[in-house]
């Protein structure tokens, strides 16, 4: 069972460049899918990154491509997303969520986008706002 624990959210001047981390507890490596997602009100919920480490597989949406960075320090289990140039359409409660097993990653990578029912474990989330 894996438990995230989000943190680094807050206020944001445009242009901006924060880190958001998530402490992931139970997590194995390799055998998990990891990925950030954000919701902004009154809109749904949307995968801007993933990352199956073992595999070297990544992605990311299309809106923060060449902005925003995934990356796990596996000997402590911390995920993170590194973001630049931040705009104030990046406002939105940010999540880290985990899936079990690499096929979440491979299905991302074929789909082109990530769905969050896939994900079983979702951090409480963190507010992050530009403006």
């Known amino acids: 069972h894996v438990q995230l624990v989000e943190s680094g959210g807050g206020s944001v001047q445009p242009g901006g460049s924060p880190i958001l981390s998530c402490v992931a507890s139970?997590?194995?490596?390799?055998?998990?899918?990891l990925g950030w997602f954000r919701q902004a009100p009154g809109k749904e919920r949307e995968g801007v990154a993933a990352?199956?480490?073992?595999?070297?597989?990544?992605y990311y949406e299309d809106a923060v491509k060449g902005r925003f960075t995934i990356s796990l320090d596996k000997d402590n289990n911390i995920l993170y997303l590194r973001m630049t140039d931040l705009k104030p359409e990046d406002s939105a409660i940010y999540y880290c969520?985990?899936?079990?097993?690499?096929?979440?990653?491979?299905?991302?990578?074929?789909?082109?986008?990530?769905?969050?029912?896939?994900?079983?474990?979702w951090g409480q989330g963190t507010q992050v706002t530009v403006s």
């Open positions: 969520a985990a899936a079990d097993g690499r096929g979440v990653m491979a299905g991302i990578l074929a789909l082109g986008g990530m769905v969050a029912d896939e994900f079983g474990y």
């Open positions: 990352l199956y480490t073992m595999a070297g597989s990544s």
């Open positions: 139970g997590y194995k490596y390799g055998d998990h899918s």
